[in-house]
């Protein structure tokens, strides 16, 4: 079992940036790869993004490529989660995953990861 809490989410003006966290806890944090999801109100879980669980290896959503980066401590069993130039169609909640195997064999779906956080809310005023 892994328990996930995401932090730092907020209100930010378009254009602005955020630095989302997620501290894990319970099995060991640094066999898993972590993952970000976001959902908009009325919309599907959406794939952010993805890092192995070394940290050697990141996947980005093409929506946010070039403006978000993930990145994780297994010191501290924590990822983040870097959000720069935020648009009016980024807000939604933002869900940390984790999930059992290497990115590299993911679609990149919500099946993929095991287990989820509670999500943190991410506000863009324009």
């Known amino acids: 079992q892994v328990q996930l809490v995401e932090s730092g989410g907020g209100l930010v003006q378009a254009g602005g940036s955020l630095r989302l966290s997620c501290a894990a806890s319970?099995?060991?944090?640094?066999?898993?790869?972590m993952g970000w999801f976001r959902q908009a109100p009325g919309k599907e879980r959406e794939f952010v993004a993805a890092?192995?669980?070394?940290?050697?290896?990141?996947y980005d959503a093409d929506s946010v490529k070039g403006r978000f980066t993930i990145s994780r401590d297994n010191a501290k069993n924590t990822v983040y989660l870097q959000m720069n130039s935020l648009k009016p169609e980024d807000p939604a909640v933002y869900y940390c995953?984790?999930?059992?195997?290497?990115?590299?064999?993911?679609?990149?779906?919500?099946?993929?990861?095991?287990?989820w956080g509670q999500g943190t809310q991410v506000t863009v005023s324009s």
């Open positions: 319970g099995r060991t944090f640094s066999s898993y790869a």
């Open positions: 890092i192995s669980w070394s940290g050697g290896s990141t």
């Open positions: 995953a984790a999930g059992p195997y290497d990115p590299e064999y993911y679609s990149f779906g919500t099946y993929d990861f095991e287990y």
